[in-house]
């Protein structure tokens, strides 16, 4: 958990995945989209310095792009060599990337 400054009644803890829960609440491809922007937004970038440099994120327009970052992470956490720090960095990205391109398949197979 991780605390959150500034708050009027003090510091108060969030957890850690609260962005899954963000992803869990979203209803369509576009605010899959958006969460996902915020969420990379929340990353610093000496964070993501620490990433290989393919695993680093670039634009996502779309749950295509999503998913197939969500691959690529997945790819290269098998065969990652680096120290315990960046690996746990390496998850933390990846981790929400599956979460968020199995969210976008759920929301995409629903019908109207």
């Known amino acids: 958990m991780s605390d959150i400054a500034g708050s009027r009644s003090g510091s108060h803890h969030r957890p850690a995945n ?3 829960h963000v992803l869990d609440g979203a209803s369509s491809e576009h605010d899959i989209v958006v969460a996902t922007r915020e969420f990379l937004a929340t990353w610093t970038p000496e964070e993501i310095g620490r990433l290989p ?3 680093r994120p670039g634009k996502i ?3 295509e792009d999503i998913g ?3 691959y690529r992470l997945s790819n290269a956490h098998l065969g990652f060599e680096g120290s315990l720090g960046d690996r746990q ?3 933390r990205l990846m981790s929400f990337f ?3 391109a ?3 398949a759920t ?3 629903k019908v109207p």
């Open 18 to 20: 609260i962005w899954l």
């Open 53 to 55: 440099e393919n695993c």
């Open 61 to 63: 327009s779309d749950g």
């Open 68 to 70: 197939e970052f969500a």
């Open 89 to 91: 960095l390496l998850e």
């Open 98 to 100: 599956v979460h968020a």
């Open 102 to 104: 199995a969210r976008y």
């Open 107 to 109: 929301v995409g197979a």
